[in-house]
């Protein structure tokens, strides 16, 4: 799944390649994919719009057009790529932006899990499911002092609590256990539970490893590819995650797969015990 590094890589490719292109006409393969408005008027609204800026929050693309703000969010495995018209259309296009120059934005996604969402000018932003976003995790958003009173108000383990993107938007499960590993911290830990020096490792765990990881263009597995057609480098500095039975980087006792809220967790039994505090 795309993450905040990889959606941060795709937006900066996009950048790149299509901003101050004019639509021409929007072609729809697979309606569901478009939340609202209906399929037809989302196509016809977008006709004779010029792209003016790409921005992201959180796991969310928005394409800022001359009226109208796109919402986008590749879930799983949605991507975009550019094309020429002529070029032979893939089996897994579902949206097809055409522009006045003939060139083409195609977004592709093999599980069709993907949504677009098409709303006035500069409201993106008020976008419902955006709004209840936590900060980003950088500095100068994101906080310790609100991190460590979030915390204290759940009592969850901490991996699903910082997968929910209300205490810090943008981590997903390759981040999260790459963090919580590097904060010495088990995924099951209950959140509430944590001392005050271990939500401080975590805190800047989190800030170091989507940053290197934004820096390194995003973690490549399986299909990932960023919108200029290149896999991220950000696998070969995985300390953890899809390192199962290999040695932990400090200590060497082999990492562990477990379930932690029906997700693949990986973790090193030796440096990340699981606390039992009163």
Not at 89 to 97: A, G, S, Y
Not at 136 to 149: A, C, D, M
Request: net charge positive; glycine share 8%; proline share 5%.
């Amino acid at each position: 799944m795309p993450e905040l590094p990889e959606v941060e890589t795709v937006r900066k490719g996009l950048e790149k390649l299509v901003i101050g292109q004019t639509i021409q006409e929007v072609t729809i393969l697979w309606p569901r994919i478009i939340e609202a408005p209906e399929a037809e008027i989302f196509a016809l609204k977008l006709v004779g719009q010029r792209l003016e800026k790409m921005e992201r929050r959180g796991k969310y693309l928005l394409f800022k057009f001359t009226d109208y703000d796109m919402i986008s969010h590749l879930r799983m495995e949605g991507k975009y790529e550019t094309h020429d018209s002529a070029d032979a259309v893939d089996k897994h296009t579902h949206v097809i932006f055409k522009f006045t120059d003939g060139t083409e934005l195609r977004y592709l996604d093999v599980r069709k899990f993907g949504r677009m969402t098409l709303v006035e000018k500069d409201q993106g932003i008020n976008y419902k499911s955006i709004l209840a976003l936590g900060p980003e995790p950088v500095p100068t958003e994101f906080k310790l002092k609100p991190f460590r009173e979030g915390l204290k108000k759940h009592h969850k383990a901490i991996k699903p609590l910082l997968l929910d993107q209300r205490l810090v938007t943008g981590l997903g499960n390759i981040y999260v256990d790459e963090a919580l590993w590097e904060a010495q911290i088990h995924p099951e830990q209950p959140a509430d539970s944590l001392n005050g020096k271990e939500v401080s490792k975590l805190y800047y765990a989190i800030i170091d490893v989507l940053g290197r990881a934004v820096e390194a263009g995003g973690t490549t597995i399986r299909s990932y590819l960023n919108a200029l057609g290149e896999a991220g480098t950000f696998q070969v500095s995985l300390n953890v995650y899809g390192q199962t039975n290999q040695p932990c980087l400090k200590c060497g006792t082999p990492i562990k797969k477990i379930k932690v809220a029906q997700r693949g967790t990986h973790f090193c039994p030796k440096c990340q015990t699981l606390k039992v505090r009163s």
